[in-house]
Nanobody, 115 residues
């Protein structure tokens, strides 16, 4: 079993920055996909960014503004968010995905971008 705990959310003004972190307990394998998703009010959950040994993927809406990173030794995945916009407001979820469609989710952390 894997448990994920997110931190770093909060209120920030447009144009500001936040850094989200996710710490995983349990075994994380090098083949696991770690990533961030978000869900805005009234909308479906969407992919923000994922990272594997094979590469990184970003949603078009965050390219050039967000950076995902992973520390295998600490079992953490982070999301540096710069130039934040009001439309980035959402609950951000950490995810670990592995073979056979096994998915683990954190409880989420709220990011609010508002003046």
């Amino acid at each position: 079993q894997v448990q994920l705990v997110e931190s770093g959310g909060g209120l920030v003004q447009p144009g500001g920055s936040l850094r989200l972190s996710c710490t995983a307990s349990g075994s994380i394998f090098s083949t696991d996909v770690m990533g961030w998703y978000r869900q805005a009010p009234g909308k479906q959950r969407e992919l923000v960014a994922t990272i594997t040994s094979g590469g990184i993927k970003y949603a078009d809406s965050v390219k050039g503004r967000f950076t995902i990173s992973r520390d295998g030794a600490k079992n953490t995945v982070s999301l540096q968010m710069n130039s934040l916009k009001p439309e980035d407001t959402a609950v951000y979820y950490c995810n670990v995905a592995r073979v056979f469609s096994v998915n683990y989710w954190g409880k989420g952390t709220l990011v609010t971008v508002s003046s």
